[in-house]
């Protein structure tokens, strides 16, 4: 059974930083692209980066320059490191295990971000 479990969200200010990170499961972690999804108030969820193997990384637009994935294959966990974060930033962060399949693999729990002064 595929298990992810996301931590780091919290309350920030606009212009911050977090670092969200995600542990997974034996089972899946390295055998397709790793990535974050996010949902907003509202919103469809969204992909907003992926690691894949052998290739650079992928961002979407509005968080190119600000975040960055990483991947330590050592602990199965991969990393969003996020800088200067703005209120539209503000949603349920997701790890995924596939995040380039459509539909994407399992999803772990959540974390919430909220940016807000």
């Known amino acids: 059974q595929a298990q992810l479990a996301e931590s780091g969200g919290g309350l920030v200010q606009p212009g911050g930083s977090l670092t969200l990170s995600c542990k997974t499961s034996?089972?899946?972690?390295?055998?397709?692209?790793m990535g974050w999804y996010r949902r907003a108030p509202g919103k469809e969820r969204e992909l907003v980066a992926a690691i894949p193997h052998g290739s650079e990384p992928r961002y979407a637009d509005a968080v190119k320059g600000r975040f960055t994935i990483t991947a330590d294959d050592a602990n199965r966990t991969i990393y969003l490191q996020m800088n200067d974060l703005k209120p539209e930033d503000t949603a349920v962060y997701y790890c995924n295990a596939d995040a380039l399949s459509s539909p994407p693999g399992a999803w772990g729990q959540g974390t919430q971000v909220t940016v807000s002064s």
């Open positions: 034996e089972n899946i972690y390295g055998i397709y692209t």
